[in-house]
């Protein structure tokens, strides 16, 4: 492509980046690309400002050089990534586990293999399909927030944080998730459903 230098192309390439991601935003300020970028689903931007860092100019949507931190291109390209967001309830723990994944088989397995949370009775109770699922997670999380669980477990032999954990009903798990689809428009296709009521656990908000 045009524009880009052969250290930014193997670095692109060494990240996973197709040239139909990048974005040439020469001549346009970061506000105008931005928005740009948004609509055609652009990853990276090339032709801007050099960072003061390091002089690079290839950065994310919201202007953060990727060459200084990786961090920052892996964070935009999950904001874009597809997949699954689900709702996953332990009957033991009398709690909800909300999250992303590209595929239901096997984050489901992979709960209970590790005992999240120290439980490992999960079932993916309420599963939805988003072409935005990334971006979806942390709103989803951010309205749950009340509701979240402080748990500790041990795995690979270290004490760990189990995050993404709630004490609500599924109904109401379920009503939030709905609810943040359509009001930041996130288009999403109901891929598993639960009308039961063995997961409408005791709505408990944090202190």
């Not at 931005?34 to 032709?47: E, L, R, S, T």
């Not at 202007?63 to 709702?87: A, M, P, V, W």
């Not at 332990?90 to 005992?115: A, C, D, F, M, Q």
């Amino acid at each position: 492509m045009k524009g880009l230098s052969q250290e930014q192309l193997e670095f692109l390439k060494k990240h996973n980046v197709p040239l139909e991601k990048v974005f040439d935003a020469k001549g346009f300020s970061k506000s105008y690309y931005y928005i740009q970028m948004k609509q055609q689903g652009k990853v990276v931007a090339f032709n801007v400002t050099p960072c003061k860092r390091g002089n690079h100019t290839l950065r994310t949507r919201n202007g953060h050089c990727i060459q200084c931190d990786t961090k920052h291109l892996e964070f935009q390209k999950r904001n874009d990534y597809s997949g699954i967001i689900y709702i996953a309830g332990s009957k033991n723990g009398k709690v909800l586990k909300v999250g992303y994944s590209k595929g239901i088989e096997i984050r489901s397995e992979s709960l209970n293999r590790t005992k999240y949370a120290g439980l490992n009775d999960w079932e993916f109770i309420f599963v939805i399909f988003s072409s935005t699922a990334g971006s979806l997670e942390p709103k989803i999380k951010f309205k749950l927030n009340e509701y979240s669980r402080a748990f500790n477990y041990e795995h690979d032999n270290k004490l760990q944080d189990a995050e993404e954990v709630y004490s609500c009903s599924i109904n109401k798990a379920k009503a939030i998730l709905i609810a943040v689809c359509k009001e930041y428009y996130h288009d999403y296709e109901i891929k598993k459903d639960y009308d039961g009521t063995e997961y409408n656990f005791r709505r408990l908000k944090k202190l």
